[in-house]
Nanobody, 124 residues
Framework: VQLQASGGGLVQPGGSLRLSCAAS????????MGWFRQAPGKDREFVAA????????RYADAVNGRFTISRGIAENTVNLQMNSLKPEDTAVYYC??????????????????WGQGTLVTVSS
């Protein structure tokens, strides 16, 4: 299984970006897909997750109300719409997936598959 993330780039504060992640090599639906980010010198942190089936979503407090996670039309794709971006959102963003939903969806250690990361830079 491979995850391929795309959509990062440079954006001014207050701007928007949309990240996408597509999985290959798996036919059954992931129970959980999510996004994490890692800023320079910091630990990887949870951003958002979405459950397979009912598409229930979870967000970190820092992004709640500004970011929206969604499943794509194609099976095992996930998007992250990021609005009202702030300089502190600057990080490498990683998509992640696991077969079954886990109540500790916010821990990067519970995910089995990871994308390569895409850089988001918020700066004027």
């Amino acid at each position: 299984v491979q995850l391929q993330a795309s959509g990062g780039g440079l954006v001014q504060p207050g701007g928007s970006l949309r990240l996408s992640c597509a999985a290959s090599g798996r036919t059954s639906r992931f129970g959980a897909m999510g996004w994490f980010r890692q800023a320079p010198g910091k630990d990887r942190e949870f951003v958002a997750a979405i459950r397979g089936g009912d598409r229930n979503t979870r967000y970190a407090d820092a992004v709640n109300g500004r970011f929206t996670i969604s499943r794509g039309i194609a099976e095992n794709t996930v998007n992250l719409q990021m609005n009202s971006l702030k300089p502190e959102d600057t990080a490498v963003y990683y998509c992640a997936a696991r077969g079954v939903w886990n109540v500790q969806y916010y821990r990067h250690s519970v995910y089995d598959y990871w994308g390569q990361g895409t850089l988001v830079t918020v700066s004027s």
